[in-house]
């Protein structure tokens, strides 16, 4: 098996682009920033969300919180083979009673992932809202979840891959879209 | 990168990294701590046996409250209420126990070896909660997380253990544990309890009678418990220990400034430790049981979660 690149779905410029239109709307739709909160998925949705909250406070002047959850305690897919995957802290510094939140992502694909992430939230208390962001909407749910807010809504095939790199995380910026072939 | 661990029976064996990978798993389990709601569905369907074939409240608490918050179910079995008291030997008891099916196994035994010599012959994940004067590892692994996070690092600290190191399993796993970071470790107590093999067991060991030696230059003091029934004439009476041993403000005074205060529990306030040293702001053993917890979570979490371990053959008996 081959991990083949297709094309590019968005550059470096076009993600900046992207990310200046979520941030406009999440305010929008939120009627404000008032007990806005944005908590990344980690790893990618971390960096994503400390820009779309960098976006509105260089255009509000106001910061809202930002927060990490790892979700690795709260996956459906545990390994009955192989060693666990290693657990990482949350990086919530707020308290999310009350809270209008907005999970942010890279890519949103079966939904499972956006699941363990709202049970993860659950844990720390009762947020009055729960909306999700998104950089990428692939398709091909596997549970009744969708954005609210959505950069770019791509056609895939299941056997292709969305890769998202991001500078903090890969050193490069772009989206791309590869396949596999055997 | 890290040896797959599939059972954790002492400290001795593992590898400096094996050690600091545990630790820091603990890390998230520590914030899950403070989490309005402790319960996890990680683990849900999976069923930990805790066998504590000796006295335990503490240790047998943490465990199986760490299995709780992880979803897990708990069968408990306490040599009290087994079939031990009518001679079944432990092969057979932990035999019975796997034939339930659990998909890991606590075992707190008052024989050296005894969890090594059960995870030799049954295919289940063991965790050593206790054997005999051999080792306590859970609870070095939880000393080792309040001193890296009390001080910082673990490494280039200066230990004293003060107490009955020679029936300590718990100064034996630290010795282990913190001499692979280059701690430099004193250990004090009367003579009797400090036979000079204590030094073989690690690099940079050090035996010291004299307590205000031993408490001098000392950036971390682990009070051992003092079992009173070992303490009797003409060896060495309980009014003489306290007079020689006890850790009080005063001797206190002769650590680093900040130096902190370990004790495994439980202690016995007025005999190895003044209530005043417990209760300080040097003291740490309320952390100490909150990071049980987040030890023992991170390890049920890699230990019982993970692939089965295959059974050995069955000749071996």
């Known amino acids: ?182 | 990168m890290l040896q797959r661990l599939e059972h954790l029976l002492g400290i001795e064996d593992l590898t400096r990294e094996q050690i600091s990978f545990i630790l820091d798993q603990a890390k998230p389990f520590q914030e899950f701590q403070r989490h309005p709601l402790k319960k996890l569905a990680t683990l849900r369907g999976k069923t930990v046996a805790l066998a504590f074939f000796e006295n335990s409240t503490r240790t047998r608490i943490s465990f199986a409250t760490a299995a709780a918050r992880l979803g897990a179910d708990t069968m408990n079995l306490q040599a009290e209420a087994s079939s031990l008291k009518k001679g079944e030997s432990l092969l057979d008891t932990v035999r019975t126990l796997e034939a339930m099916r659990p998909d890991g196994i606590v075992i707190r035994h008052s024989s050296s070896g005894a969890p090594e010599f059960v995870a030799d012959r049954l295919g289940v994940p063991i965790v050593n909660a206790g054997d005999g004067t051999h080792e306590h590892p859970t609870q070095a692994l939880l000393d080792a997380l309040t001193i890296r996070d009390r001080k910082g690092k673990l490494e280039g600290w200066n230990l004293t253990i003060l107490g009955d190191v020679l029936h300590s399993r718990v100064a034996r796993s630290n010795i282990h544990l913190l001499s692979k970071f280059g701690v430099r470790i004193t250990l004090c107590g009367p003579a009797m309890w400090m036979p000079r093999e204590l030094e073989t067991l690690a690099p940079n060991v050090r035996r010291v009678t004299r307590i205000e030696e031993a408490l001098d230059s000392a950036d971390v003091i682990i009070a051992l418990r003092v079992q009173t029934e070992r303490l009797h004439e003409p060896a060495l009476a309980a009014e003489e220990y306290i007079l020689r041993y006890q850790l009080t403000p005063q001797r206190l005074q002769l650590a680093r400034p900040g130096a902190l205060v370990l004790h495994p529990g439980p202690m016995i306030r007025g005999l190895e430790i003044d209530g005043a040293v417990a209760d300080g702001p040097q003291s740490c053993v309320l952390e100490q049981v909150t990071n049980g917890l987040a030890i023992r979570m991170a390890l049920l979490y890699h230990l019982v979660g993970g692939a089965a371990v295959e059974p050995p053959p069955p000749s071996k008996t």
């Open chain 1, 1 to 182: 098996m081959r991990v083949v690149e297709k094309r590019q779905l968005l550059s470096a410029e076009e993600i900046s682009r992207t990310l200046q239109r979520l941030a406009h709307e999440i305010v929008e739709k939120s009627g404000g920033t008032k007990d806005l909160a944005l908590i990344g998925v980690r790893r990618r949705g971390a960096p994503l969300s400390e820009r779309l909250a960098k976006t509105v406070k260089d255009f509000s002047g106001v910061e809202i919180p930002v927060g990490t959850i790892d979700i690795t305690l709260y996956r459906d897919d545990l390994s009955t083979v192989g060693p666990q995957p290693v657990v990482h802290s949350n990086e919530i510094s707020f308290s999310v009673d009350d809270r209008d939140l907005v999970i942010v992502d890279d890519v949103l694909y079966t939904g499972r992932t956006i699941r363990a992430a709202m049970n993860g939230l659950f844990d720390l208390g009762r947020p009055k809202r729960i909306r999700l962001c998104v950089l990428i909407d692939r398709g091909h749910r596997e549970m009744p979840i969708e954005a609210t807010f959505i950069g770019n809504s791509v056609q895939t095939s299941d056997t292709e891959i969305v890769e998202v790199h991001l500078k903090e995380i890969d050193g490069d910026e772009r989206v791309v879209l590869v396949d596999r072939v055997p």
